[in-house]
């Protein structure tokens, strides 16, 4: 287990030599996107249109955060992730179409996500969940934000970060995932009793 301190954007090379158990620090551009976000990006995709900001090498944060705009600046008060499993069904070809290298989230993804990462050379980071304060200290500022039609938790929130952190990588580039070696082991433990 290593750590490493990335800045955005991130090449293929520096997501591929990550592994399972190292821990990172990301400074540069993150890019929340939630489900609806996601849905949209891909419609926009499929008919051959770009979404408002490049998210090649970029990291995308599974997060809703809570912001409030004061003197015509946007503050983030809350910015802890959410639960990735819902993206499953669309994180594969999110991967594909945009060539994220980090995606950062809590609870983990499966295998479709999984082989995504694998074949594209890409990482998945366990934000530890419940520590929003930890995340919202990390924050520079808030550089845009595009898609607020779909509320503020689902927006596309572009926000300047220094060293967020403590990230596990927890799904990495060789197509091990400590999620499904967990839920392995449980299976098998379960089945001995």
Known sequence: MAEYRLRTPISEDEARKLRA???????????????QAHRRALELARRGEKPPIDLEGGVVYHCGPIVRQEGGEWKIYGFGPTTSARM???????????????IVGKG???????EALKRFGAVYAQHPGGASALAV??????????????GMPEAVWVVEVEDLGPL??????????????????ARARAGKK
Do not use: C, Q
């Not at 540069?28 to 489900?35: E, H, I, K, L």
């Not at 200290?137 to 550089?143: A, E, F, P, T």
């Not at 091990?176 to 967990?182: F, G, S």
């Open 21 to 35: 158990g190292d821990v990172i620090y990301i400074s540069g551009v993150v890019v929340t996107a939630r489900d």
């Open 88 to 102: 499953e069904p669309l994180e594969p070809e999110f991967i594909e179409k945009f060539r994220v290298r980090v």
């Open 108 to 114: 983990g993804m499966f295998e479709r996500t999984t």
């Open 137 to 150: 200290s990390s924050v520079k500022r808030v550089l845009g934000v595009h898609w607020l039609d779909l």
């Open 168 to 185: 596990t990588v927890t799904i990495d580039s060789t197509g091990r995932n400590l999620y499904l070696e967990v839920l392995e082991a």
